[in-house]
Every structure is written in structure tokens, then in C-alpha cells.
């Protein structure tokens, strides 16, 4: 789980990168809903393009210089080994991920 927050952080920080001083904003938030663990991380950066958008996951896939692509698929099957799910919704405003787990 450390990694997948890290991974959506770490993401979420490029996608930051050129915003103004005092214009990035960046929200992780967990909370306890319906019987499962919700995770919450959502930017103000760049966003992903819709056309992009269902490709996120695959392993190589990235729309970075530095990126490997291995991140967003490492989220996912982490989530998914944990019996969790995730969603994204993105726009030229921004990107939220959501991730919900069972609770232990």
C-alpha cells in the first residue's frame, strides 16, 4: 500500500511541475466508507489527456520523458491483489484517483 500512495504522489508532484508558486495543489486523503478504506489523491496539474486515459495502466505506458510506465501498473495490481478497486477522472484541471480496499 506504501507503494501505491507513493506511486500516485510521485505522479501527481510531475504533474505539478510548471504551476505558478502557490498555485499547486495536491490532496491525499484516507477515510473509512460503506465497509471499505478509501483512498483519496487528487492535483490541479496538467491532467491526462482523454485519449491516453484508458491506457494509464498498462505496464510501459507513459506520457512522461522520465517515465518508465510501471507505475500506475503496479498501482493497479496492488489494488487488485488486495481485492480493492480503482477509478480515475481527469481533465485539463487536474486528475483525482480513487482507490477503495476491504477493510482488514
Same mark, same amino acid.
Do not use: M
Given at each position: 500500500? #506504501? *507503494?501505491v500512495v ?7 508532484? +510531475?504533474a505539478?511541475?510548471?504551476? #505558478?508558486? &502557490?498555485q =499547486? +495543489?495536491? $490532496? =491525499? ?6 465497509? *471499505? =478504506? *478509501?483512498? +483519496?489523491? #487528487?492535483?490541479n &496539474? ?7 486515459l484508458d *491506457?494509464?495502466?498498462d505496464?510501459?505506458?507513459?506520457t ?5 510506465g510501471?507505475?500506475? /501498473? $503496479? $498501482?493497479?495490481r496492488?489494488?487488485k491483489?488486495? &481485492? ?7 481533465? /485539463?484541471? &487536474? ?10
Open positions: 500500500i #506504501e *507503494r507513493t506511486n500516485l504522489l510521485v505522479n501527481s508532484i +510531475h505539478l511541475d510548471g504551476r #505558478e508558486p &502557490g =499547486a +495543489h495536491l $490532496v =491525499a486523503a484516507v477515510a473509512i466508507q460503506n465497509e *471499505r =478504506a *478509501r483512498l +483519496h489523491v #487528487e492535483d &496539474g496538467c491532467g491526462i489527456a482523454v485519449e491516453v *491506457r494509464i495502466f505496464p510501459f505506458f507513459t512522461k520523458d522520465r517515465g518508465t510501471f507505475g500506475l /501498473s $503496479v $498501482v493497479l496492488i489494488v491483489t488486495y &481485492g480493492g478497486r480503482i477509478t480515475v477522472e481527469s481533465n /485539463s484541471q &487536474g486528475t483525482s484517483f480513487q482507490i477503495w480496499l476491504p477493510l482488514a
